[in-house]
C-alpha cells in the first residue's frame, strides 16, 4: 500500500433504517494493515506465553476465551469501514478489559480495579455517542472513508463549531480509553488482572484504541481543532497529551509495584502519541504505536517471568526483588533491550519514534510541547533506570533472595512456596491464583530462568524492540513505514492551508538534546539509586519521609488513586449525612484514600 493508494473495501448491509444504512465489512489500507498485523502477532506470543503462566488457573479456559475475543474487538475495530462497526469493536474490548481485569474476582481489590476500568472508560464513551451523532448530523454518513473525505475538504452541513464540537466529543472517548489525564486513574490499577492481561492491553489492543481513532479519523480533528494553523501553538490533543506526558512520568517515580511502574509509562508513552498527533507529526505518532507495541508487551512480560519464577508471585520491586540478573539471563537482557528502545537510546527502535515526534513539536512551530518531549524523555530514563536497579541489581531481597539463595536448580519445595506466596497474596492481590509449583522446561542456556513458553516469547519481542524502528530510519534515510501508512492520513501533505506540513529532515544536530537528557537521566537516577538503595548508609535514605516536599510525590499517588467508585461513595456519604444517618467520616476516608491516614 503507498502512497495515493485507495483503501480496499468490502461490506454488506448490516442496519437499514428510514435513510440510514450502515454495513459491516472491511476496510483494508495501510493504517488497518500495521495494526492488524501488529495485534495478531503480539496476540499469538502473548497466547503461548499465557499457556505456562495461567498453567493450573481456576479459570483457565474462561481466560484465554476473553482473551481471544478481546482481540477480535481490536481488529473488528480496526477493520471497520464505518462508526457503527467501529463502536462494536471498541465496546468488545471495554467488555473482555472488565472480564480479564477482574479474572480473580474472589479478591474485592481486583473486582474493583475492574469496576473502576469499566466505569472511567464508560465516561469516556459517552463522547464516541455523542460526537458519531454529530458526525452523522454534519455528514449525513456513518462512513469514515466519506466523513474523511468531506471534513476534509470542508464540505459539511453545518459550522465549523459543530465539527469542532464533534472532534472534542470524540476525543473524550479517546481520553478515557487511552487513559490521558484526568481519566488515567485507570490504566494503573488494570495490572489486577493477570500479567498476560496487562500486557496485551498496554501494547497493542485497547488503550491504542483512542489514538486509532484520532490517526483514523484525523481530518476531522485536524479541522475541527485548528491543529497546523499558523498561530497557533495549543490545541486540545497536544496539551492533553503533553500533560499527561508528565503526570504519569512523575507517577511512575512512586511505584513500588513494577507493573505500575510500566503501566504509568504506558500512559506517558501514550501521551507521546497524542501529542504527536496534535502537533501534526501522524507519521511519527502511528509509527510509535509500532514500535512501543513490541518493547512494552516485552516488559510486561519480563514482569511477568520475573514474578512466575523469580520472586514468588510478588511485584514489589523494593521488598521482593533485585539482584536477579544472573540467575534470570533471557528476562535480564530482554528487559535491558526493551528498556533501551523504551527510553529512545540511539540506534535502538524507541530512538526513531518518539525522537522524530519531539523534533516535528519544534519543526512545527510548537516550541512548548518540544520542551514537554524532552523533559519526558530525561524523567523516561530516570524511572526506568531506578526500576532496572530495583530488580535486577543490588542484593536480593525477600522472594528473590529465597529463590536467587536456595533454589538455584528450580526444585522448589513445595509448601514453603506455597506459604511464601499466600504471605504475599494480601499485600500485591494478584498473579498469585495460578499454581506456583508447577513449572515447564526452560531452555537448556538458561537453566534458572523461566520455562520456554515464556522466555521465547521474550526472545522474539526483545529482537523487535531492538530492529522495529529501522523500517522508518530518518537517519538512514530509510522510510518504508512512511511509504505504508502515508495514503491513511486522509489529508494532502504540504505547506498550503489545511494540508498537514512536510516532516523535518533529520539532523544529528536536532537529536541531540534529546540524547543529553537520555544519558543524563541514566546517570542522575543511577547515582540516586546506588545512594539511597545501597547498603551504605546515608543522608539521601529515608529522606522522602523525612521532608514533606520531596515526600510530595507519594501523596500525589494516593491522590491519583481517588478514583471514580471513591467519588460515588463520597456522594453516598454526603446524602446519609444529609438524611441525619451518623457516617463515620474516619471510616469512609479509610475505604477510600488511604493516603491520607
Not at 501553538?233 to 497529551?241: E, K, P, S, T, W
Not at 506526558?245 to 504506558?266: E, H, P, R
Not at 516550541?367 to 530495583?390: C, D, P, S
Request: hydrophobic residues 50%; aromatic residues 12%.
Amino acid at each position: 500500500v503507498g502512497e495515493g493508494t485507495p483503501a480496499t473495501v468490502k461490506e454488506w448491509t448490516w442496519l437499514d433504517i428510514g435513510g440510514l444504512k450502515a454495513t459491516i465489512g472491511s476496510r483494508i489500507d495501510g493504517l488497518a494493515m500495521i495494526i492488524l498485523l501488529l495485534v495478531a502477532f503480539i496476540s499469538t506470543l502473548v497466547q503461548i506465553y499465557s499457556t505456562e503462566y495461567v498453567r493450573g488457573d481456576r479459570r483457565y479456559t474462561h481466560f484465554f476465551a476473553s482473551l481471544t475475543l478481546f482481540s477480535a474487538g481490536m481488529l473488528t475495530m480496526v477493520l471497520a469501514p464505518n462508526m457503527a462497526q467501529f463502536i462494536l469493536g471498541w465496546e468488545i474490548m471495554g467488555l473482555c478489559s472488565f472480564l480479564l481485569i477482574g479474572h480473580w474476582w474472589e479478591e474485592q481489590a481486583n473486582s474493583k480495579a475492574a469496576l473502576k476500568a469499566f466505569f472511567t472508560v464508560r465516561v469516556g464513551d459517552m463522547g464516541l455517542l455523542v460526537g458519531t451523532g454529530v458526525l452523522l448530523a454534519l455528514f449525513g454518513t456513518l462512513d469514515i472513508t466519506k466523513i474523511n473525505e468531506g471534513a476534509a475538504a470542508g464540505e459539511y452541513a453545518g459550522s465549523k463549531g459543530l465539527l469542532a464540537f464533534a472532534a472534542v466529543a470524540l476525543f473524550i472517548a479517546c481520553i478515557g480509553k487511552s487513559g490521558q489525564f484526568p481519566l488515567h486513574t485507570w490504566l494503573p490499577d488494570a495490572m489486577a488482572g493477570p500479567t498476560p492481561v496487562s500486557s496485551l492491553l498496554h501494547s497493542s489492543t485497547m488503550v491504542v484504541a483512542g489514538v486509532f481513532l484520532v490517526a483514523r479519523l484525523y481530518p476531522v480533528f485536524h479541522a475541527g481543532l485548528d491543529i497546523n494553523v499558523v498561530g497557533h501553538h495549543f490545541n486540545l490533543i497536544a496539551i492533553i497529551g503533553g500533560i499527561t506526558v508528565l503526570i504519569a512520568a512523575g507517577l511512575a517515580f512512586v511505584q513500588n509495584d513494577i507493573k505500575k511502574v510500566l503501566a504509568y509509562s504506558t500512559v506517558s508513552q501514550l501521551g507521546y502519541m497524542m501529542m504527536g498527533l496534535g502537533v501534526g507529526a501522524w507519521v511519527p505518532a502511528v509509527f510509535h504505536i509500532f514500535t512501543h507495541a513490541f518493547f512494552k508487551c516485552c516488559l510486561f512480560l519480563c514482569a511477568g517471568s520475573i514474578a512466575h519464577t523469580g520472586s514468588h508471585h510478588s511485584f514489589d520491586m523494593k521488598t521482593d526483588m533485585g539482584g536477579l540478573r544472573k540467575k534470570m539471563p533471557v528476562t535480564f537482557i530482554t528487559w535491558i533491550v526493551s528498556t533501551l528502545a523504551l527510553c529512545g537510546v540511539p540506534f535502538v527502535s524507541g530512538f526513531f519514534s518518539k525522537d522524530e515526534i519531539i523534533d516535528s513539536a519544534k519543526h512545527n512551530d510548537y516550541k512548548v510541547f518540544f520542551i514537554v518531549g524532552l523533559v519526558g524523555a530525561f524523567m523516561t530514563t530516570a524511572y526506568m533506570t531506578r526500576a532496572t536497579y530495583l530488580t535486577f541489581f543490588g542484593k536480593p531481597r525477600g522472594g528473590a533472595a529465597h529463590f536467587v539463595n536456595e533454589h538455584e536448580d528450580h526444585s522448589h519445595d513445595e509448601a514453603e512456596d506455597e506459604v511464601h506466596a499466600g504471605g504475599h497474596a494480601v499485600a500485591h492481590g494478584h498473579d498469585d491464583h495460578h499454581a506456583p509449583v508447577v513449572h515447564g522446561k526452560p531452555l537448556g542456556f538458561a537453566p534458572t530462568d523461566s520455562s520456554w513458553q515464556i522466555t521465547v516469547p521474550l526472545m522474539i519481542l526483545g529482537f523487535l524492540a531492538l530492529v522495529s524502528g529501522y523500517l522508518n530510519a530518518a537517519p538512514f534515510h530509510i522510510e518504508k513505514f512512511h511509504a505504508w501508512v502515508e495514503s491513511s492520513i486522509g489529508l494532502h501533505i504540504g505547506e498550503e492551508a489545511g494540508n498537514l506540513p512536510e516532516g523535518p529532515a533529520f539532523s544529528w544536530i536536532n537529536a541531540l538534546p534529546s540524547i543529553v537528557l537520555v544519558a543524563a537521566g541514566f546517570a542522575v537516577s543511577l547515582l540516586l539509586c546506588k545512594a539511597v538503595f545501597g547498603e551504605k548508609r546515608n543522608a539521601l535514605q529515608g529522606l522522602t519521609t523525612r521532608n514533606s516536599l520531596l515526600g510530595a510525590g507519594w501523596r500525589m499517588r494516593d491522590i491519583d488513586e481517588m478514583d471514580m467508585l471513591g467519588f460515588l461513595k463520597l456522594r453516598a456519604w454526603k446524602a446519609a449525612r444529609d438524611e441525619n444517618r451518623r457516617t463515620p467520616r474516619r471510616a469512609f476516608i479509610d475505604e477510600v484514600w488511604p493516603g491520607l491516614k
